[in-house]
């Protein structure tokens, strides 16, 4: 079974999701049987490399919030991560264009690290406070991820993998994708946010039964 994710690195919720959801799939009957693609999803298309003003101001101008309520909105983000088992250090994180960190995940998902290279991405950002939109933040963090160095650099000075992050959008407009973090169970079956972990145990399991033939007994 085929399950794709749309996602952006520095969204919170998509690593919130991503927990929740791999929490539901390690309790799955059928989980090596499942295979797991990180597809492209912008949140700021026209974001520039690094924004000089911190998140919670961004969150304000986005959401149309008083600075108070940003505030409150940061934290509660932060409190749920918690519950996860993320901390989130949102006070220091760097928003920025995420273009070039999706073209970076389609490579290593050609080398089997794709999971390893978004976990690194995603900490980095809602953690480290890392500019996950500058080029070298980027090549050094996919390299302590395990992708090769020369290859990093020949995407992230040429135009590699930039219409697979194209496509990926496409398809989620297709799909009407309207936010992140969502999950597309063999394009069956969809779960939109960060939900509960039982949530994606019943999407699994329904997935499942509507994609795979009856066994004889």
Known sequence: MQIEIWSD??????????????????????????????RSY?????APRRRPEPLVEHLADKYELDQQRAQEFQDFMTSMAAEEGLAFRLDIAQPGNTFDAHRLLHLAAERGLQDTVKERFLSAYLRDGEA???????????????LDAGEVE??????????????????????????????AFNRT????????????????????????PLEPV
Request: net charge negative; with cysteine; glycine share 8%.
């Open 132 to 146: 996950v939109g500058e080029p070298e933040v980027l090549a050094r963090l996919a390299g302590e991820a395990g």
């Open 9 to 38: 690195v520095v969204c919170p919720w998509c690593a919130i999701g991503k927990r929740r959801f791999e929490a539901a799939l390690a309790d799955f009957a059928h989980r090596d049987d499942v295979d797991v693609w990180w």
């Open 42 to 46: 912008e949140l700021d298309p026209s």
């Open 189 to 212: 079956h969809g779960v939109s946010g960060a939900q509960p972990p039982d949530v994606f145990a019943q999407a699994l399991d329904e997935a499942w039964a509507t994609t795979r």
């Open 154 to 183: 020949a995407v992230l000075t040429g135009d590699a993998y930039a219409d697979a992050v194209r496509t990926d959008q496409r398809a989620a407009r297709q799909l009407g994708v309207s936010g992140v973090p969502f999950f």
